[in-house]
């Protein structure tokens, strides 16, 4: 038994017959995402646990919100242009959009703290 793009948990009728809902669940996931981790960084920030947003939500945001960026443009392609794209096949656009921008940020998040923190002129 091989792998296969068409199958996602068992799930792939339910995703595969309302590709709308999977777009809309996909970005709503992100954006409620990123509002649940600015809410801890609140959080921890009152409590003066400076060192759990630094090296915990800090990444997880950044990981989320270039996830949001990148993955907008592969959506309006897949989705609008192409006509025979399902869910499932965009649900693992995302997830290799998400791995990738995991891995990215995660070797880099040394550098990205230094740009975001680099004073102005």
């Known amino acids: 038994m091989g792998f296969s793009f068409n199958q996602f948990?068992?799930?792939?009728h339910v995703l595969?017959?309302?590709p709308d809902l999977v777009v809309i669940y996909?970005?709503?996931?992100?954006?409620?995402g990123l509002l649940l981790l600015s809410f801890l960084a609140l959080i921890f920030n009152k409590m003066h646990f400076?060192?759990?947003n630094e090296h915990f939500i800090a990444p997880l945001m950044?990981?989320?919100?270039?996830?949001f960026v990148v993955a907008v443009v592969p959506?309006?392609?897949l989705y609008f242009l192409?006509?025979?794209i399902t869910g499932v096949k965009l649900i693992y656009c995302w997830i290799a959009i998400l791995v990738g921008n995991a891995f990215f940020c995660c070797t880099n998040?040394?550098?990205?703290?230094?740009?975001i923190n680099k004073p102005r002129a």
């Open 9 to 12: 948990f068992g799930l792939e």
């Open 16 to 18: 595969n017959a309302q």
């Open 26 to 32: 996909g970005f709503a996931t992100i954006v409620f």
């Open 50 to 52: 400076n060192a759990i």
């Open 62 to 67: 950044w990981i989320l919100s270039l996830t």
């Open 75 to 77: 959506t309006i392609v």
């Open 82 to 84: 192409a006509s025979d």
């Open 109 to 115: 998040f040394a550098m990205i703290k230094k740009w």
